[in-house]
């Protein structure tokens, strides 16, 4: 199984944010959307990742002041991305190695989805559930 197959599934819709948007309103789209992550972008190009693990550190280093400040201040600029052919166990074996949990999906230098660790587990579940059941099938007209 590729990305592809769970973005055409999930869609290939994103949440992003500019760098200059205060992190209270990053926050506020993340609870609202009930999503883990949003992708900083300016201008169409990706320049970071803002996901729950990044506000959890900087409210615990800098405290509520933080809210204020730009996501560009406080977003993870080293962003790892996957491409469409990529397969499902590969971004499972990297998103692990990682220690990361959402994944943007690039191709040609365009920004076309978001896998998440969740939209993953959710596709393998469905994959082995259809095995099993092509074996159920298999065993009752055997």
């Known amino acids: 199984m590729t990305v592809r197959t769970i973005l055409d599934t999930k869609g290939h819709q994103i949440q992003s944010v ?7 309103a990053a926050i ?14 300016n201008q169409g190009r990706l320049e970071g990742i803002l996901s729950e693990r990044d506000i959890v550190r900087v409210l615990g280093e800098r ?5 204020e400040e730009p996501v560009g201040a406080v977003m993870t600029r080293k962003v790892v991305s996957c491409r469409q052919a ?3 166990a590969g971004i499972m074996e990297m998103m692990t190695i990682g220690k ?6 690039v191709e040609e230098g365009k920004v076309v989805g978001l896998i998440s660790i969740g939209d993953i587990v959710k596709s393998r579940v469905q994959e082995f559930e259809a095995e099993q ?5 298999y065993i009752k007209t055997a």
């Not at 500019?18 to 209270?24: R, V």
């Open 18 to 24: 500019e760098p200059d948007a205060k992190l209270s």
């Open 100 to 105: 990361f949990r959402h994944l943007p999906v």
């Open 28 to 41: 506020k789209i993340l609870g609202e959307r009930k999503i883990g992550a949003v992708l900083v972008m």
């Open 86 to 88: 990529d397969t499902v």
């Open 63 to 67: 405290g509520a002041r933080v809210l």
């Open 133 to 137: 059941e092509a074996l159920r099938d």
